[in-house]
């Protein structure tokens, strides 16, 4: 899918240009029954086609160039700089060429046994969510091992094979997916499914036996016409359509928009919180290592919607309870979340919060935590949200009055927004909730906001430390772990 802007839709001679470019491309490279799908939305139009699961990537290149093709052709200037850095030729005969070079490829991604899909037939459990998708992905993961399977995960972190890590940043779409559903040692796959690859690529297989949806939260609104906690829970909501009538589909009962808006499927449902389908499963918060003595509450839902898909995948009720005893005991058993150092009297907590939603959770829990020290915090987020967005996440930080906030410039993901622009939002909507102008620091880097926020602290701090880029969180890991 991608996106045509124009605020009161396409214009009816571009999309019947795009539709017949997109038939055109489809037909030659033996794509039949295409169908066509137009969304519009505020901010303009998304237009989107079916293809094969196993060409997601190359589906997306053949959409952008319908879409600018048929843009020169109606006479209209079509700005393609937030496309695919691999853009197809604009004469078709090349643009035919070059896509069937890119299906190759993508056919040929290799899989350790050359087995190509479609899929082989073993569990598949999809997990989306705003918040808690990597957590809940280990986590099943972890119980599925338990059962004695070969697990094949995907997260953000990377693609994980019989507990070797195989592929390393995020690996939560298609690419991923079938990294892990090609390779013969895998006996049952857990796949985390971002919103944006959802989006931006289609759901990543036909089909699923479990999905779960931990949560929706104020996010990217603004993007691929999402502009509601209705819109997140309906694009969250696509990998119900993987789930036949004897699937499962896993969802939180303590979320009032999952609650107002679940998806339709004709699988089971399966609601988590409250104790709702996990009682007498998960042993007492203080034997969870993950949910620190209770105080972490979101982890305990995580736990709850892990237990759930484990259930319905047929792992046995004990070692459900066996592995919530035992996971999270060491930090690498979910690393980048709430991974706890000691490091020279301070207690530093390296976390991966990005979101008002998940912030929020993070230090509604240091607020608990912190005893007599002092609270501090790195705070940063990439150039794609809106300024409405930075400022909710600004409020979310000054909610538990830190003592220092250290603002970071995330180089890697300024997304169209001007060096400083971001942080100078955070910093003045902190400023406007009561900050003093010394507690907030700025810094250019993660390296940096790190480096300033150790030299603020003192013995008995807590420092709390999201960290987005995974390059600067092995190292600073490394650091922590050194000493």
């Known amino acids: 899918m991608l996106e045509a802007p124009r605020p009161h839709g396409v214009d ?97 991604s290799p899989p350790p046994d050359g087995t190509p899909l479609p899929l082989r037939d073993i569990p598949i459990a999809l997990v989306t969510g705003s918040n808690g998708k990597t957590t809940t992905t280990r986590l099943l993961a972890a119980m599925l091992r338990a059962h004695g399977h070969r697990v094949g995960f995907t997260c953000t972190d990377g693609v994980f094979i019989a507990g070797e890590a195989v592929e390393r940043g995020d690996w939560s779409g298609p690419g991923g997916a079938r990294r892990v559903l090609e390779d013969s040692r895998v006996t049952a796959a857990v796949l985390e499914t971002a919103r944006g690859g959802l989006l931006r690529r289609g759901l990543v297989v036909p089909r699923a036996d479990v999905a779960v949806i931990t949560n929706v939260a104020a996010d990217h609104f603004g993007e691929y016409g999402i502009d509601s906690l209705a819109d997140i829970a309906a694009a969250k909501g696509v990998v119900a359509r993987a789930l036949s009538t004897r699937g499962t589909l896993v969802l939180s009962a303590e979320d009032p928009t999952l609650v107002a808006h679940p998806p339709r499927t004709d699988a089971q449902l399966r609601w988590f919180g409250s104790g709702a389908n996990t009682s007498g499963l998960l042993p007492p918060a203080q034997e969870m290592p993950i949910a620190m003595a209770g105080l972490a509450a979101y982890n305990i839902a995580n736990a709850e919607a892990a237990a759930c898909a484990a259930r319905a995948l047929g792992v046995p009720d004990p070692l459900i309870t066996q592995t919530l005893r035992t996971f999270g005991r060491d930090n690498a058993d979910n690393p980048g979340r709430l991974e706890r150092f000691d490091h020279q009297g301070r207690r530093i907590w390296l976390d991966y919060a990005h979101n008002p939603h998940g912030l929020g959770a993070l230090l509604a829990l240091a607020a608990a935590a912190r005893g007599s020290g002092r609270l501090g915090l790195i705070l940063g987020q990439a150039g794609d949200r809106p300024d409405e967005s930075l400022r909710a996440l600004a409020r979310a930080a000054w909610d538990v009055t830190p003592d220092c906030v250290v603002l970071q410039e995330m180089t890697h993901y300024l997304r169209g927004r001007a060096p400083g622009e971001v942080p100078a939002v955070l910093r003045d909507e902190l400023l406007r909730r009561g900050a003093r102008a010394d507690q907030v620091v700025l810094t250019t880097s993660e390296a940096e906001a790190v480096d300033a926020l150790l030299a603020w602290s003192a013995p008995g701090d807590l420092l709390v430390m999201p960290v987005h880029a995974l390059e600067e969180r092995d190292r600073l890991r490394a650091r922590l772990q050194s000493v």
Do not use: K
């Not at 295409?34 to 997601?56: D, I, K, N, Q, Y």
């Not at 197809?88 to 040929?108: D, G, I, K, V």
């Open 12 to 108: 009816p001679a571009l999309l019947r240009a795009w539709g017949g470019h997109v038939a055109w491309m489809c037909a030659a490279v033996g794509w039949i029954d295409t169908s066509l799908t137009v969304r519009t939305h505020a901010a303009g139009s998304s237009l989107a086609f079916t293809a094969p699961p196993a060409a997601l990537l190359s589906a997306t290149s053949l959409n952008e160039w319908a879409l600018e093709r048929a843009a020169a052709e109606c006479g209209g200037a079509y700005d393609p700089a937030s496309l695919e850095d691999e853009r197809l030729p604009q004469e078709q005969t090349a643009a035919l060429a070059r896509l069937r070079e890119l299906l190759a490829a993508e056919r040929a």
